[in-house]
């Protein structure tokens, strides 16, 4: 017999998600004004390596000679590049108070949501992800939770504001957009391979949601870079902080392949799944169809970028495109297009 549902405990996960919420939001801003004062920190000193090496291209031209010793000492301790660090290494990078602050206030925010995803799970005796809201308040645990993991051997900081503000963007989209009550899940659920195919499901969501982040960043540091190399201003100064496009891509490609694999899974599980519960593994379900169409963008920005040397831009957007389809498919297709998948919860 099933058991029934805590709707007190219910209450106290959506409290505890509000709460998370907030501090979320609170290390976006704290992210953002990162952003703006060490972008404006690297830009004084870029202002001041230029003075000393004009003086010093002064002192050798025979010009203020007496200045020469000091000029030169100078420059020679100070002459490294005031851009991020391409290996990503973490603690490589100088020390930035407010970044610091960030990821603290995330590693809060993420012990917040985490207890609010347990509690939801308590209260409805199953795990917690039978419906979009519980998907989406999930699935943006673990973008966060994998962010902060990362961050533990790369330091990925400069693309944090991207990825709380994503993980912000989907708790509102739960909250507001998904409301659903605890409830126990539909007959269609209960199963032991929603565990198997959910979980691999948001997990790999999880990280493309962060590479979708990266590529955002790719294409404005491409961007940046051609016309930096074309001599013209640099507008975008908080780029400084970023690696250069091809680090971006080269760690977007990796998290994208690991990705790739476990959303392979997905759809193998989903097959499985589906001849259990409907007798067929195959049936062009719009969800079926939807899941396939992601699969197969995926595999196509892999395959291109190692065999055909799609790489740059296009490679940025074949992610972009893969993720815009995850979006629409765990969306646009769950509330508006009927099926045997239709139990959003909407």
């Known amino acids: 017999m099933p058991q029934p549902v805590n709707a007190e405990l219910g209450q106290v996960s959506e409290l505890f998600m509000l709460l998370a919420s907030i501090a979320y939001v609170v290390a976006l801003i704290f992210f953002v004004l990162d952003l703006v004062k060490s972008s404006s920190t690297i830009g004084a000193l870029e202002s001041r390596l230029a003075d000393e090496k004009a003086v010093s291209a002064r002192a050798l031209a025979g010009i203020g000679a007496r200045a020469t010793g000091s000029t030169t000492s100078g420059t020679t301790t100070s002459s490294a590049p005031a851009t991020a660090d391409d290996s990503m290494d973490y603690g490589s990078g100088p020390r930035r108070g407010l970044a610091r602050v960030a990821v603290s206030l995330t590693v809060l925010a993420a012990l917040i949501h985490g207890a609010a995803v347990i509690t939801r799970a308590i209260a409805a005796n199953r795990v917690p992800w039978g ?13 966060a939770a994998i962010f902060l993991v990362t961050l533990t051997r790369k330091d990925l900081r400069f693309v944090g504001s991207f990825v709380v503000g994503l993980v912000v963007i989907m708790l509102c989209a739960a909250t507001v957009g998904f409301p659903t009550p605890v409830a ?7 199963s032991y391979w929603l565990i198997v195919h959910v979980s691999i499901a948001v997990a790999s969501s999880a990280l493309f949601t962060i590479t979708f982040a990266m590529s955002i960043l790719q294409l404005l540091q491409t961007s940046r870079e051609a016309k930096l190399l074309a001599g013209e201003g640099d507008t975008a100064k908080f780029l400084r902080l970023v690696p250069s496009a091809l680090s971006l891509e080269n760690l977007s490609y990796r998290l994208n392949a690991l990705a790739f694999v476990g959303w392979t899974f997905t759809l193998m599980a989903g097959a499985i799944w589906a001849e259990l519960a409907w007798g067929r593994y195959w049936g062009w379900d719009v969800k079926e169809v939807w899941t396939f169409v992601i699969w197969t963008v995926y595999a196509g920005y892999l395959h291109a970028r190692a065999t055909r040397g799609w790489t740059g831009t296009r490679a940025a957007w074949l992610s972009i495109v893969g993720y815009l389809c995850i979006v629409f498919n765990f ?10 998948h239709s139990y959003a919860g909407v």
């Open 331 to 340: 969306t646009i297709v769950n509330i508006y297009f009927s099926g045997l």
């Open 184 to 190: 126990r899940l539909i007959p269609a659920l209960q």
């Open 131 to 143: 419906n979009m809201y519980e998907f989406c308040t999930t699935g943006a645990f673990l973008v």
